[in-house]
């Protein structure tokens, strides 16, 4: 069902700023930048092991990161599992209880089709299901 930890969601104010701790001090490989409109945010995905952090920079006031950051200040905003069939994950999640934020999957980040779990379904962390193609 779940591959593995594909990234871990992290809310910045500038990607300018906080890039340089993760590529200069910690010696890990950017991958890329990418801006996703629909969400309202740029996107620096950085490479560690098998997985990613993805540094998350709102564009603009109404992106729910700039409202994350606005109410809880920069952090770890979402930890995202790799799944393959995310449709089928999605009500295999809804048939065990668990109260999705999207019922259908949406293009995210990288081309990656996702889709959120609300955090009052899991133990108050915000968890994304992703499938990459």
């Known amino acids: 069902m779940i591959k593995k930890i594909d ?8 990607i300018d700023l906080s890039l340089p ?13 990418e801006v996703v409109e629909s969400e309202g945010v740029k996107v620096a995905f950085i490479k560690i092991g098998e997985s990613k952090i993805e ?5 603009n006031e109404e992106s729910a990161i700039a409202q994350f950051i606005a ?9 995202a599992l790799s799944v393959d069939s995310i449709e089928e994950r999605i009500k ?10 999207h ?6 980040a990288g081309g990656a089709d996702i889709a ?12 994304e299901l992703c499938e990459k193609k």
């Open 71 to 79: 109410k809880r200040g920069e952090g770890i905003h979402h930890l």
């Open 7 to 14: 990234h871990i969601g992290i809310a910045v104010k500038s």
């Open 92 to 101: 295999q999640m809804q048939n065990e209880g668990i109260r999705m934020i």
């Open 116 to 127: 959120f779990m609300h955090p009052k379904s899991t133990g108050s962390i915000l968890m």
């Open 21 to 33: 701790f993760y590529v200069d001090t910690l010696k890990l490989k950017l991958e890329g930048i």
């Open 55 to 59: 540094l998350l920079e709102p564009i």
């Open 103 to 108: 019922n259908e999957p949406k293009k995210g």
